[in-house]
Nanobody, 115 residues
Framework: QVRLVESGGGLVQAGGSLRLSCAAS????????MGWYRQAPGKQRELVAT???????NYADSVKGRFTISRDNADYTRKLQMNNLKPEDTAIYYC?????????WGQGTQVTVSS
């Protein structure tokens, strides 16, 4: 079983920064990528950023230039540095791990940006 543990959410004022972390553990085979999605109230879950095992990044247009996804030495960790946060970034942020067979999701961490 694969487990994803997220940390780092919280409340911040507009223009501030937060860093999210995610660590995956368990029986992971053939990982393709790890990253972050988010879901705001009343909206669909959307891509934020992903980083493949080969080092390729993919960002939502709304966060380009403000958010940076990275990893530690271990393949199964991801960090999301979020700068210049805006109220529209308020959402639950979910860590996700994609393999060739399955998608795995964390429980989510709340990010709230006040104006």
């Amino acid at each position: 079983q694969v487990r994803l543990v997220e940390s780092g959410g919280g409340l911040v004022q507009a223009g501030g920064s937060l860093r999210l972390s995610c660590a995956a553990s368990g029986r992971i085979f053939s990982m393709k990528s790890m990253g972050w999605y988010r879901q705001a109230p009343g909206k669909q879950r959307e891509l934020v950023a992903t980083l493949t095992r080969g080092g390729i990044t993919n960002y939502a247009d709304s966060v380009k230039g403000r958010f940076t996804i990275s990893r530690d030495n271990a393949d199964y960790t991801r960090k999301l540095q979020m700068n210049n946060l805006k109220p529209e970034d308020t959402a639950i942020y979910y860590c996700t791990l994609t393999t060739f067979a399955n998608d795995y999701w964390g429980q989510g961490t709340q990010v709230t940006v006040s104006s």
